[in-house]
């Protein structure tokens, strides 16, 4: 899975799909995963907050009803993030994991699952 390591700055919604900017480069998807912990907030992101009204947004991955091999993009990098992320590729996405920072935080077992 694709672990990038960039500061998401904004979200845009076009035409059933997400645009989402980082400093260096943009993103589309079908959705996105929150992953900012066990206490989901909604972090402070250009668009964020409509996009999770019109349901492109969730915290839960099992939520998403989306086909198979489509793109879904997690912002967060520790334990919520990467257990979502290898649940999604299980289940047939195509995932890649924002990260602002450069450290992943998980356990030994899960970074092997992400590799």
Known sequence: LPFIIEEVIKIEESDNCLTVITRENFYDTKSIILA??????????????????????YYEWNKIKL????HIIIIGGGEVGADSACSLRVKGYNVSILSRSDKINVNPYLLDELQ
Do not use: H, Q
């Open 36 to 57: 900012t912990g066990l206490i989901p907030l909604i972090p402070e992101i250009k668009g964020i907050e409509d996009a999770y009204k019109n349901n492109f947004v």
């Open 67 to 70: 086909p198979y091999n489509s």
